[in-house]
């Protein structure tokens, strides 16, 4: 007897059966996704699977996004071939992961994602121990027990995000009412939330950052475990959540998200120094929505953002505490804002690792917080140089707006970057600094030698 079969039989047996889901079919015609988003590419995989006696459909983000008037860009196919299947269809094909095993078959720049259809882990045995590992506390160490499309279905985060398109009909097939979900704009998990969060603490960030950018709401019994869940995130790699920061903040919907963060508890391990019951100084929480609104506006006008920015706006609040604390003990200015750094950035990579790449370029951005007030006609020549100069400029601008600094010395920066070497000259001396020019270099007589005429 097939080993599926007995685990389902050993369910029914313990009570551990299924909810029962009805299916149901939208026909092309009753629905508005827009096929013709769907490229050759994906096409192409769909039809391969589908001839070679698979079955294989769109799914995911791709469906939700099309059908609430989204251009979807990424398109996800489920299939009931196996990794090793995919992989013996398709010569451009990779299989990557081990908590999530799956296929990457790529055309030039196009990278499609096939996932094989999984199922429950609840009846799985030891000897599935290479395919389904969970912790103690319910943490989903390993996902590569094997299914049907119904249990695919169930398996999936949430109701929106459970949706198959089959491309031979068009048809969209739907187990869990996500299609009156997303009519109704709203964000509900599958299964017993406070469970599905403990397989993946990081669903409860996936919440938020779909109601942010989807402008759902949250179901009320997906949003109630949320709060005192939070702290689940620690057993997250900090490597892991810094990519969930990225699709937070960086894909446009920045803004919202905060507020939700805020809301749900979760700001408190993500970002602790920034959390509202930290950042008590009104004008850090101010350069953040500032800061976020900007970002978002950036990406609408496809101009480029970068992730260490909006990171020095964030942990400013923290800094500014830690440098205040070490200046009162008696540390110089200078020394006390380098400690300050290195403090901040340690304590801030126990919850989101920052790579150097980043962490580099916010720190050269504080630190000339400090020049941007100590203004002379060669200092101001050399900061003007800096390769962060504008992303420091700004931050200091952002600074001025959210109320922390008064205004003005964003301005003298605006007309010294506008200004000639004439009017730069000028607006030094209106400071009472005369630009210092460069001193002649003398060879120290004493530690010249003679020319010895040795060839």
Not at 7 to 15: A, D, H, M, R, S
Request: aromatic share 8%; charged share 30%; hydrophobic share 35%.
């Amino acid at each position: 007897m097939p080993k599926r079969l007995i685990q389902k039989i050993k369910g029914l047996i313990t009570g551990n059966s299924k909810p029962a889901y009805v299916r149901r079919e939208i026909p092309r015609g009753e629905h508005h996704f827009p096929e013709e988003d769907i490229g050759r590419s994906v096409l192409s995989v769909l039809d391969t699977l589908t001839k070679a006696g698979y079955e294989a459909y769109l799914v995911g983000g791709s469906i939700r996004d099309g059908l609430i008037g989204m251009h979807p860009k990424d398109f996800d196919v489920a299939t009931s071939a196996t990794p090793e299947e995919i992989r013996g269809l398709f010569r451009n094909c990779r299989l990557i992961g081990r908590r999530f095993r799956l296929a990457h078959v790529r055309f030039g720049r196009d990278v499609i994602e096939v996932a094989t259809f999984r199922a429950s882990h609840q009846n799985v045995t030891e000897d599935d121990s290479d395919d389904s590992h969970q912790t103690d506390e319910g943490l989903l160490l390993r996902d590569n027990v094997f299914g049907t499309l119904d249990e695919d279905a169930v398996r999936r985060d949430f109701t929106a995000n459970a949706l198959y398109y089959r491309h031979t009909d068009g048809a969209i097939l739907d187990f869990v009412n996500g299609y009156d979900d997303i009519r109704h704009k709203r964000l509900r998990l599958i299964g017993e939330p406070e469970q599905r969060y403990r397989e993946d603490p990081v669903r409860m960030l996936r919440a938020v950052r779909f109601a942010a950018k989807l402008d759902f709401q949250l179901d009320p019994a997906t949003a109630a475990p949320i709060p005192k869940l939070a702290d689940l995130l620690g057993v997250i790699p900090p490597a892991r959540l810094f990519e969930e920061f990225l699709k937070m903040f960086l894909s446009g919907h920045a803004e919202p998200v905060w507020p939700l963060l805020n809301q749900n508890k979760l700001t408190r391990w993500l970002f602790p120094g920034a959390a509202p019951e930290n950042n008590t100084t009104p004008a850090a929480d101010a350069m953040i929505q500032l800061a976020l609104r900007n970002t978002d506006l950036r990406i609408a006008d496809g101009k480029p953002v970068t992730p260490y920015f909006l990171l020095a706006v964030l942990l400013w609040g923290p800094l500014q505490r830690q440098w205040a604390t070490y200046c009162a003990d008696g540390i110089p200015v200078a020394p006390a804002l380098q400690k300050a750094i290195q403090q901040v950035i340690h304590d801030q990579s126990r919850h989101i690792s920052i790579p150097k790449r980043f962490s580099l370029p916010m720190r050269e951005i504080w630190e000339l917080q400090v020049r941007l007030g100590q203004r002379s006609g060669r200092r101001c020549e050399q900061t003007i140089q800096h390769p962060r100069f504008r992303a420091a400029y700004d931050l200091l601008l952002l600074r001025e707006e959210a109320g922390e600094l008064p205004k003005g010395l964003g301005d003298w920066w605006t007309q010294y970057q506008e200004a000639d070497a004439a009017g730069r000259e000028e607006l030094c001396q209106n400071l009472g600094q005369k630009p210092q020019k460069k001193r002649r270099r003398y060879n120290n007589r004493r530690n010249r030698r003679p020319n010895s005429g040795a060839g």
